[in-house]
Structures are given as structure tokens and as C-alpha cells.
């Protein structure tokens, strides 16, 4: 089996990959760390997992440090990751990291978008985009693996075919997303405060989210040219899920087939990406729970117009799923393992 | 007193009017009918407003049509609003109509977005649009108001400003609406049972919504020119509330100075559109049970982008307040007489 | 106009004091304080109250205090009330306290249920408890009143005519109770954050709540003996609303006719207590927003089970609505001044 | 491969009995029917399963008659489930049944709760009611399991250890109960209607939910006499999840250490029962999505009274879990395969 330590436990993203990861069959989690809650019982910390987690060690991060393990998930705040990457990576073992401390190509410009200096800028170039449909080869020889963030992981999904074979313009590309509340964290702050939250909707992150510039860099890579879109992210009262829905202008001679043919050519033969029918879109519950990304894309001939719109579990294929799916790229395991469990409906 | 009648009054916009009305100083409800409750007790069709229906007589609409009544709302299905109100108006009684029947002025536009034949095609020259904020004038002399849709109400109100100061390309436009379920009215069906909508968004009235050529029409009139926008609604886990997020392209000497001058020209004086503070945005729970539309505008100068936000009811300046408001306009009370209540937050 | 101030207004009850006094016509609001937000300007303070709070002070409690009122209603936390009711009371000012720093009788029982010593136990004689339906005319001559706790509201109202009559056995009666989130204040903390509270319920407050105690001693004084209640409160995902579902065995001669007669005689003339029918059962959503309480009570006579069952909006007539209507009668208004909005449905 | 059918697999305990077999190791699913969404085709009928189903035979029921299964469980509406198990048993298939119609022991009883005639007496003495933690060697032995009503699972759970223990008096149990709203079925109608059930909660079901007779029966097995609770039934506004919150009184000389080994005694070696610890009570969010029963009784000595509360997934230890655990058994496979998923949490 293989041995591996979730960093960051208790928060949202560690309590999905310990959900997924008790259901893989090469996998034994054995240690589990926590900054917050490492004074509670394991079985209180992870209610949910009461009788699950036996024998797993847990405690504060420097604690976990010295357990032997063949990988290590890094569910931590940004600069954290950056932080203790290094010396994990040293040491021979493999890391996921759910931050955004890896993501970026250019280390200025992760520098600007999240106001702190690149603690261990060298490790930058080992890095690979961890978004399995886009750099599957080369994640299967990483040793470091850069999870998507939640929105551009649902963005990129949406828009990738069109861009890659060159299908829409450049310019006026809008994504607008809908997110549920689980992507925020699991800091209580008074924006997410239930009574806050429940019953209503509304925009946030303008001018400028950081998850944009991520965006860009990977719509500028699938384009061979310069993309800048406009994105804003909406709050909406739901735990889980995150809604894409991108509009952008098709080329003068696109025609219908050719956006069809483009998303079956991508992701015709994905295990994760699921083209909808000609006549369903895509709904956030019916992929909540599982790692699937759901894609539709509508195009109004007369007017140029296209409509693609994708679905995601932010914290499955927005989070966690995908980094259990490098996980199983960087091990040799099935890229499905631990995966497979089907969306959770009603 | 002005007597007034509520026909279609156990639906949701029924209700809310019912709400609204009973606040109201210069107004006595003195009938309601109802197809489908009018079996029941007054007292339990209209749950909530137990012991507050007093001497309102209730019951079918053929036997509420002789009540002497100053005023009727028609918050009945599209085409029944058009086979009533002409008889309504025979009688010297003003109209208030929910329903589209009477929001188009093409009639064969509006026979083909709602596939039915108009029943009473000659009307449809009398009516005004129910849009204070545009219409205040007309709705003064007017005795059938048309109320506009609850998309068609946010949308409107987001971009109106930019479009009728020629700030923006009339090619492009986007509305990303997100709705709650009330504005799917209370028939059940499965769309709207409370396990497929909870905790989940999805996009809905691909390729078009029949709210999207009432929406063109009145950009249209607004902008002077041909308006054909891309408008995409989606289903929220929430009762009530629109928010539509809109985006266009600012013309090219177009400066952030004159969106704002814009905006501040057509609802600075308004009552009940609020523009909302530089770092403010809108959300639908600072308007919930108000009638106010609050509106925000961002733009980008470097990509010329311009977003335009807008949040309502949408039961209340989506519907039933609007219709109250144009019932103050074409009766000569003042315009905020039964909305003034506060929004209701948390 | 009478002039009031509102200290503590920025948390739940604050707010809704504000929306019920601005819908009061013999009421000007002139002051609100709030310790942790008085940085932020008034409209972005109360964002939902745009528009409608110019010319009101704001600020820290200390900065408010020499505003020239005629009341003042204390929503703050317990301890801090006790610490300046006494000095607004001396300068001849009302004063509607919503913590529990005043419900309590006996000194001793409320140092120990709230853990600390009370700070102007000489006040505790003047103060009356806030439930107009049981204290109406104490009420009309002090100067100080004790707005119940929210539970407290909803179980006594449900018993009380149980235990007045001497219908009901003292002897294990058990209420239990469902409340919204907004109950638990604007704080935020992990268990009323967003994620972990939606989708779910559970109970909290075993062994004893602190609201137990101030129901117990209410209800002492109805039945003129003492009654000690098996007390759970539910954290449910819901913004409003309490559900008391309460059970008790009735007296072995007690016909169901007691029962109803109890309740009428009691409720009968009561503006705010509506008596279900015979056929249906309370639910918050037909109150919410509103003074109601929703009472039933079904019988069973072979058992001798009794279920009363009373829905309130908390933060109305479980809070803010309970203190308009004390201040109403320590004010000379009509009782329901400020009171009259319809429940808000759906 | 064990090859099983489910039969009225569109329905809400259908979709979980898909989404839990899909992950069962020894069980192929070969044929789904559905008397409301058979013209759809499959992926349609199972959006969130697109892509898991191939191969399966999909129609009405009748026409999956002659699948060559090995078992076939049946989430069917009462009264259908009688009117074909005999068929289905005689053919030597294992019958999994999730309707009421083989859960009452006395045929009468079934008939007065249900109003109906019970369409197959002779095989009510075959059946074994489908509580593992109750029946488990009985059910290795049968060919037909009537699994419990989601209500009667989590009470019984709650109550079971303090009747078989003598620990509680027979007299004045209540049962107070808090339902999500999958557990009324996936029928669109105006009870739970999106908008009629977000926001609020009610009671329902009384003077007696059809739920209660099953309950008593048990109860009164397990005591050795008869038990007669009280119990009212919840609506929440939530998609999955019971929470009972039972109260008693302890027999005279009950010790709190009595009632913590009573529970030890029945659910120390349980899989799916899990002992909350002493400072923690049950929550439907620590198992949602997985066939855990969370179970916690709080004792106060001065007074006697018991409060045990349970926490289950109505969709699954309420229903398809059962099922599957009761199949498990039945087969003779791992009691826990197709069951060890983790809740799903946030």
C-alpha cells in the first residue's frame, strides 16, 4: 500500500481527500495534520470519519513531518505549501499541492496576484499544472503537481476546445461562475456566516479575483496568444459546486459541427469530462460528490454567439479529485482509482 | 378608499401583492379570486395572512367579477390577462396586469414567443409598459399597465443608463441572470420539487428564454437602435431574488466618468433604485422584500468592459411591487404608498 | 414623534428593531450603536437600510449615549445591558432590554445560569417581563422591560394556557424546539459557518440550556408550582423561525373541549396569537417576518398526550417585534404600531 | 457477478440503490424499471449516472420482468411491491423490498394503516423486517426482506438498547422527529414545492403518521410489552437526513452507567451504529451520503428522564442502505460491501 499524509486536514479540502482517498484500494492514509484542531481527539476532529481513521497519526505539521510516506497532499494556505514543499520533495516523496503556490509560470506574476515573494522560487519549474486532461504525459513523471483552483478548473474545462482549436476570438471572453460556499474555506468570517449566506446571491472578487490571472495564463498556453477575460465569481447559497457559464464570439467561418467535433476531439475520450446531450445542460447536482466535469456548448449561428458552460464539485474535480487523479498519474495507479464513486443525487 | 380586486391571487405574485397592498393607506382589498383554492376557507388558502382577510370576498374569478372594485391586478397565466382585462376596462376600471399579455407592442412578436394568438390584439395599443423608472409619465394617463417580466425588470434597469446614453456597443451584450424558484411560480413540477433544487444551479431556456425578445424590445427603444442580447437564466437554491450580471463594451472614448454620470442622471433621484457606494456591490439580500433595485457599475478602461450588476426582488420590483407602483402612478397616491417597507435581512 | 435610540444595532435583533421602528408612525430612530462597525459609514453599516437612516447618529455606544431620546432599546449582550440600563433610566429615558439581564427573578439564579455576577441588581425589581399576553399591564406602567429570550417566548406560549388552567401534569413535560440560524447571533464561528450548518440538523445545548431556566420559571408562575422541563433546542438550516413542539399528559378528568377552551380564553383576544384551525398545524413560514405566534394543540384523549405546538420568527416576536410591542404599551401606542406587516411568504 | 434489478429505480431510494451497488464489488446491475421516465433514454432518466449505466436493460417494469436476475430490489410504491414479489420469489430471486407492504407482522394492522387489502397475505410470514442490527441471522436465511420505514429505522435505533435493556418506562415515550425532504418521495407536489419548504419547518402527520404503527410494533418486541409513543414527524428544509430526538423516562433504580452499557452491549461490534462519544451528540451531517446511525442518550438522574437521540441519511441507513446491508446478508457478502463509502461532509 501506499502510504500517504494529507497536510491541512480538517479543512474542506482535506476532509474530500480523506473521504476519497478511504475509498482507494492502493492507498493508506497515515498521517494527518492540523494547525487548528490538532488538540482534539482524531475521532472529534473528523466527526464524519468516527472509526475510519484508526491508526492514523495526527497532529500539528511539525509533528507529521518525520511519519515515512511515499506522498504527501498539501491541502495549506498559500506560502505554507511554498514553505515545506522543498524539503518533503527532498526527501524522495511526491506532492500534491491543492495552493497556488505552484500554478504559476511566471513567479512575478504569482508574486503580484498574491502580495507575498515566491519562498522557494526554484522549485517552480518542476512543477506541472494539474489539470490531468490538459497535461496528462507530463504529470505522469512529476514529482511536484500544482492542483487547479476551483474556478479556473471549471473555466479552462469550458473554454479549452474552443481555444485550442481555435474556435472563438481572443477578445470579450466572459466567464461568469457560480460558486458554492465551500470554496471560500472553513474560516468562519461574517461573509459566510449562515444567516449572511442562505437566501441570497451575489457578485464579489471585481475588479479582480486571483483566480483570473490563472486563468489567462492557461487560456493564453491552450491559444498561442494572449487571452484576458472577464471573469466574475458569484456567491451563491449551496455547500458545494461551482456553475461556468462562458460566452465568447465564435470566427467568422465556425460552424456548429466544428464546436462539436472540437469537444468530442478533447474530451470524446475522458473519463471525467462528460459532454452533455444535445438537449441537457449541465446542473451542479449531477455531478456533486464524484469528480466529473459536465460540458455543454450552444451556438447561435446568426449571431456568432457561443455558450459554453461547464459543472464541477469544487471540491472534487475543483480540488481534491483532481489531485487524487495526479496522484494516480504520478504513481502508476488507474487514473480513476478512488474516483469512481458516482455523483451523490438527490 | 380604493377598492381593488386581485385576480390569480393565491400564486406567488398574489401573494406578495396581497402583502404589499395590506400595508397600503389608501387601499382596501375587498375580493381575490383563485381557480384552484377557491374551495378552501379564505383563512387557509392565504395561510400567512390568517385573520388579516377579513370581509374579502373570495372565490372563483367568474364570481369575483361583479364586485364593485375601483382597480383589478391580474397576476393570472399569459392569455388569460388578455380574454378578461377588455371587460375589466369597459367597466371604468383600471388594470394592472402581471402577466406578458400586454408588455409586447408588436403583436405577432408576441404571438410567436408565447405561440398562442392574442385575444384581444386591440388593447395592446393602450397599454403602457410598467416601468416607472422609464414609463412614470404614461403610467400617470394610462389605465392598463403591463408589468414587465422579473428578468426583464433587472436587466433593463442594469443597462437602461448605458444604453440610452449611447455608452455602450449594441453588439455583444450579456445578461447572466440568477434567479430564485419563486419566480417559477407554485405550480409543482419537478423542475421546482425542493430535492432537485436544493443545493444546486443550473442553467435553464437554452437557446431562449421567452423573456429575451422583451428585453430586446425595450433595450431597443432605449438605445434607438437594434438591441439582441445574449441572456442566459439560471435556477438558484433560493426563494426569491434576480440578480443579473450584464456585460458589454463601452464605446471607445467612453470614460469610467461618464458611466457614472450616466447612471446618476436616470436614478439619482429615483426611490427605489439605489446605486450602490464605488465599493459596494449588489446582492439580493439587501433588497429582499423591498422594492428596491440596487445597480452597480464596473468598467475597465484598459478592455473598454464594462459590467453592470443589478439586484431585485423578484416578487417584488419583479412583480407585485412594480404593479403597486404603477397602481399609485395611474391612481394618484404616492408612488412609494405600500412599499415602503425595509428590506427583510437576514 | 418619539424619539428612540437602539444600541447594539448592528447584530440581528438591531437590524430588525430598525426595519420594524422605520414602519412606525409615531417613531423617529436617531441613534444606533455598534462597537465593532462604527468605523463603517451608516449605508455600508446597514446596507439593506440604504437610503432610509439619513440624519441618524451612529457610532459607539459611549459616543450615542448623550442623544436626546425618549427610549432606548439595548440589543446587546448580556452583562453589558445591566451595565447601562441604570444610567439611561436615571436620566427619565425608557428602556427595552433584549438581553437576559433583567428576565430572571431571583439574582442568584441568573448569576449562575449566565456565570457571572449581575451588575445592577437593584434594577431587577423594576423590570417586567416582556410578554405583553401575560404581562400587558405591568408592562404599560414600568419603565424597564425584560424582552424573553426566544425559546423562552415560543414555549411559554405554546403552555401557558395548559398550565394556567391546570390542565397538564407538571410532571415531564418536554419541549422541543427547532430553531433558524439567525437565533444564535451575527458572530461568526465554525458552527454556524455556511458549510457546516446547511443541509443538516442537530441538537446542542444538552445537559441545559440557558434558556431553561427563564422557561421554567415562567411557567412556575402560570401553574403556581413548580415545573421543570425537559428542554432540547435544534439547530435546523433555516435564517428564521422557531418551532416549539411541546408535550405533556393532560389531567385525568380533561376533555378535549378544556383543551380549546383554555386556549381561547387566553389567545381569543390576542392580536398576535392566532389559534390554528382545527385542520392545520403552525409552521414558521406562515409567521415569518411578522408579530405572529402560531399556537395548536391536539389532544389525545385515550393517551392523555398532549402536543402544543407554536411557530415564531425568532427574531420578531421571538426578539425585536416582542420589544415594539412592550415599547407600544410603555409608549401609549396602539399595540401593534410598527407591528402590522404581513408574514413575508413564501 | 450477482446480477440485480431495481425496480421503480427513477425514484429517490432508486437512485441510491444505483449510486451504492455501482460501488458494490461482487453485484452487476442488469436492469432498471420506471413506470414515469422509461420513454427517456437512460442517461437522461439518470443524468447523474451518464456514462455508469451501459449495458443495463432499462423500461417498464413489466417488460423487465423476464430479466434473468439474481435478486430484485423493489423501491416501489405500497400495494405494487405485493402485487409482484410472489411472482418474482417462486422464480427462486431474492426480493429486497423497500415498501411498507411486508413490514407489519399483523396483516389487519397493515390494512387499517394503509387502507388498503394486503394483495399477498401468505408470503407476510416469509418476510424478515430489514434491521440487520435487529434481525441479522434471520435475514441470512430469508429470500424476502422488508426493509424498515426511514422514520422506524431511526427511532428504533434510538430506542432499542433501553427497551431489550428494561431501562425505560413503557409509558410517555415521544419520539420527536426531523425529516430532509427526500423522505416524501420525488413526486412534484405543493407541500414540497422548492419555495413552500426553504426557510421554514413544520409539523405534520398528526393525529398519527402511518410510520408510527411500525415503530410501536418493534418497539413493543423489543420490550416484551406494548409501547404506544408518541410521535410527530418533521419537515426540514434540507434534501437527506433524519434526526430523532426520543424522550423517556428511566425505570426507578436506572443508573446513567446502566444505559451506557446497554448501548455498548447492543451496538459495541455494529459496523453502521457508531456510540457518539460523551461530549458529542449525533448530526445527519457526520453521515450523510453513508449507512451510518449515529446514536447518543443523555440521562439526568434527578429527574429521570432519557433523551436518545439518532442521526441517519434517510436515503440510506433509511432505506437503500438497509437495503443493500439486508442483500448483503441475504447473499452472503461482506455486510458492509457496497457500503463503506464515507460520509460525505461538508
Redesign the interface.
Known sequence: MTKVAIYGATG?TG?EL??LL??HHGVRITALSSEQFSDL?I??AF??????LRKVAFGRMEQMRSEDVDAVFLALPHTVSASVAGEILSRGIRVIDLSADFRFRRIPLYESVYGVAHKTPALVGQAVYGLPEIYRNPLRKTRLAAVPGCYPAAVILALYPLLAEGLIEAK?I?A?C?S???GGG?????G?????????????G??QHRHKPEIDQELSLAAGRNI?I?F?P?L??????I?A?C?A?AGAKVAGKDIENAYRKHYGKEQFV?IC?AD???????????NFC?VAC?F?GK?R?V?A?S?IDNLVKGASGSAVQCFNLMMGFPEDEGL???????
Open positions: 474542506y476532509f480523506i473521504r478511504l475509498s481527539p475521532d472529534k466527526a464524519p470519519f468516527r472509526g475510519k470579450g466572459v461568469d457560480k458554492g460556499v465551500s472553513r474560516g468562519p468570517t461574517l459566510f456566516h449562515y444567516p449572511e449566506v442562505e437566501g441570497g446571491v451575489r457578485p464579489y471585481l475588479p484576458n472577464t466574475v458569484h451563491l447559497p449551496m455547500v458545494r459546486g456553475l457559464t460566452y464570439t462528460r446531450p441537457v445542460l449541465p446542473s451542479t447536482k449531477d455531478v456533486s460528490g464524484s459536465d450552444r447561435d449571431s454567439r455558450i458552460v459543472a469512481r464513486s458516482a455523483p451523490f443525487f438527490p
